[in-house]
């Protein structure tokens, strides 16, 4: 069994219906053997009697018109106050037409798979084509197989020597000629 | 949610602000009361309740429903008396000294007829602001502990701490006044 003061000590609580079933038990056969504290127990209901029946002073129905009319006059001179934006979200969407769940989440699984899917597609490298960087190796290999045409450059300039230079014309949009 | 409470919260959302008046008439007299028990002044009790509706209107938007309406004003309420306590306490110190007050009479004292009555609620005047509210949400609107500690912002567990704190604080105080315990023989 508890002693007085644990016993005194959990009385608020015993009181207020707070404590937990064992701590309750052990309260309650302490103050069946002990008169001190079950006074002390029966004092303290009364104290919270006593403050929960404090009565507060009734203001006259004039009061109450007048207090209501002044709150209004203060409201009034404002514009009313507009939803959020978050609870007009929540009321546009109460307003829906309600939504069968199974077809909707039919629905939103096929989707939510297309969408997978395509983000896995597009992660993925172009199967046809070669990676970027082995495209410029390419680009360069094929520039160097005319490399002797650059070295002659005095030749360069001549006009049909360029239109031999289909590396070149193939950079213009044509993929380059590997060989 | 009380259900004319939500109508009437939709309904100045939707640009009625007449329908504001039937929140206030639903409230006003618990709110004053509060703020009555909280100051024990009547000037100060309906101004403070008056601006309790006020902020409540111009913060309405914000109000999602998600407490009940009367919580959501019972929390404005409540934080106008508390910073209105502390402001006073700045003031005057000896207001919030932990002390029975002495000899006073106002709008309450004379309704308290039963010289124990009188000093209960002397003794509760004499709680701190924090401790008083808890004790008055609990004992005198019936509030349960949660939705006290939703009302002062704070957990559940500090709510119920800081009310048996305040039923402690009130058994000291009244065993000068004959509302303790009698003799004591130990049990083991």
């Not at chain 1, 899917?117 to 082995?134: D, H, K, T, W």
């Not at chain 2, 403070?48 to 902020?55: G, M, R």
Request: aromatic share 6%; proline share 7%.
């Amino acid at each position: 069994m508890s002693t007085c003061a644990e016993v005194r000590e959990g009385l608020p609580a015993y009181v207020d219906g707070a404590l937990d079933a064992e701590a309750e038990r052990d309260a309650a056969e302490h103050l069946a053997a002990c008169p001190a504290c079950a006074a002390e127990a029966a004092a303290l209901r009364a104290i919270l009697a006593r403050a929960a029946a404090l009565p507060a002073p009734e203001p006259p129905p004039a009061f109450w018109r007048e207090f209501e009319a002044s709150v209004r006059a203060r409201v009034t001179t404002r514009p009313a106050p507009r939803p959020s934006r978050w609870a007009r979200v929540v009321e546009w969407t109460a307003g829906l037409p309600r939504l069968r769940p199974a077809p909707v989440l039919v629905a939103a699984s096929v989707l939510g798979l297309l969408l997978a899917i395509g983000l896995i597609r597009s992660n993925r490298p172009m199967q046809p084509g070669p990676p970027a960087e082995v495209v410029t190796a390419s680009q360069d290999l094929a520039i160097g197989q005319d490399l002797d045409l650059f070295q002659q450059l005095d030749l360069l300039e001549e006009e049909e020597l360029l239109e031999r230079l289909d590396v070149l014309r193939s950079l213009d949009g044509a993929r380059p000629r590997v060989t | 949610m009380h259900q004319p409470d939500i109508e009437a919260v939709q309904r100045v959302l939707a640009g009625d602000t007449e329908a504001f008046g039937v929140l206030v008439q639903q409230y006003q007299q618990e709110i004053y009361r509060l703020a009555y028990r909280m100051t024990r002044n009547a000037e100060d009790a309906k101004d403070l309740s008056q601006e309790a509706f006020v902020q409540a209107y111009r913060a309405l938007r914000s109000f999602r429903g998600q407490a009940r309406f009367s919580t959501w004003l019972y929390r404005i309420a409540m934080n106008l008396c508390l910073n209105h306590l502390k402001a006073a306490a700045r003031e005057d110190p000896a207001e919030v000294n932990g002390d029975l007050p002495g000899p006073r009479t106002d709008a309450l004292d004379v309704l308290l007829t039963d010289e124990r009555d009188r000093a209960v609620a002397a003794a509760v005047q004499t709680l701190p602001p924090q401790q008083k509210a808890t004790l008055l949400l609990r004992v005198q609107q019936g509030l349960g502990h949660r939705e006290i500690a939703e009302i002062l912002d704070c957990s559940e567990g500090t709510a119920k701490a800081n009310y048996f704190h305040a039923v402690r604080a009130l058994q000291r105080k009244l065993r000068a006044f004959g509302e303790g315990a009698p003799g004591h023989e130990h049990v083991r």
